[in-house]
């Protein structure tokens, strides 16, 4: 599919991701960039530096309702199914999460079906393969979900929902689909729902606050960060492509640990706290490990794409932002 000049929906488009993706597709020439959001979770406010763009539409709409997503999607080329509850607000709104994480993806491929939208690409998440054992993570592996906590299993299996349905629409109703299976995403217009991007937020905060970054238990845990802009352009690079009914890791294939992780907030803002560690009490956790090898060779093989952002750089840029942000509400580091 030829992105430029084309109609796309974003649902989720005030979030984390789906406004990233709205900037690439922009980026790329988009003829008109619908964000549908219920503001469930975003916000107006997460999206205020694109709603000038006269090719940006906000709309809002929620995903439960399917007429207002037959309304959207008349004359849309292609869907990127973004809107979704991360494990740490359906371990809140369980009711709601699991409605919207299920229920609302098969409404956007009937709302599909109906309009007769050429293409999804949808939101997975590396959850889908629960608490993998060690060794290289390729898209074979089987879950394993007998050690997950209650939430992240539900949100996995949320998950594994969504990527059958594109499965099954895919080969029922000739809907291409793809699954973008995202490792921990983070960047700039980061939020605080995400259990594992959690730690760089709330340790940017303590230091702000000028209270000691925290790294929980020995900072051992690992995991893959993946910049949003990679994400973003994964998700647009899905959309262009023939490829159809397939999941695809994306991810760095980099496991870095919370020890790094503080270290480079440290190195970043300059500050003379000094980290402690304390034991993790975090109630709602996704997998905890010091080994993660995440497999990149199907999503180079068949689309092509490869992760551009270190975590160096990444960490860089979403400091920056918040410094703006912060600048910008006359919030400032406590002397
Ligand atoms: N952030 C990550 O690390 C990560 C990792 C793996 C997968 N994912 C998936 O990627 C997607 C986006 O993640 P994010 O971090 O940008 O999330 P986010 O929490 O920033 O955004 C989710 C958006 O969906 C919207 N939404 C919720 N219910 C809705 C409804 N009924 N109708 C319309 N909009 C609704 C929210 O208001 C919000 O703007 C989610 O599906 C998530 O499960 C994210």
Known sequence: MTIADGKFVVTGGASL??????????????????????????????????????????????????????????????????????????????????????????????????????????????????????????????TNLATFQPAAALYACTKIIGENLCKLYSARYGIGAIALRYATVYGERQHYRGVNALYIMENYDRILRGEPPVIPDDGSEVHDYIHVADVARANVMAMASDVTGESFNVATGVATSLNRIVELLVQITGTRLKPVHKANTAAVRASATAQLDFSRAKIETMLGWKPEVSIEEGIRRLIAWRQREDAAIGRKPAA
């Open 17 to 142: 991701i789906g406004s990233h993706v709205a900037e690439e597709l922009l980026a790329r020439g988009a003829r008109e960039v619908v964000l549908l959001d219920n503001y469930a979770l975003g916000s107006p406010d997460v999206v205020k530096d694109l709603i000038g763009n006269p090719r940006i539409k906000l709309v809002r709409g929620d995903i439960l309702c399917i007429n207002e997503l037959y309304d959207a999607f008349e004359g849309t080329d292609g869907v990127f199914a973004i809107a979704g509850f991360l494990t740490l607000p359906l371990s809140q709104n369980p009711s709601l999460g699991l409605a919207v994480n299920v229920e609302g993806q098969v409404n956007i491929f009937e709302a599909c079906r109906y309009r007769g939208v050429k293409r999804v690409v949808f939101s997975s998440s590396v959850a889908t393969y629960g608490d993998p054992a060690p060794g290289l993570i390729d898209e074979t592996r089987p």
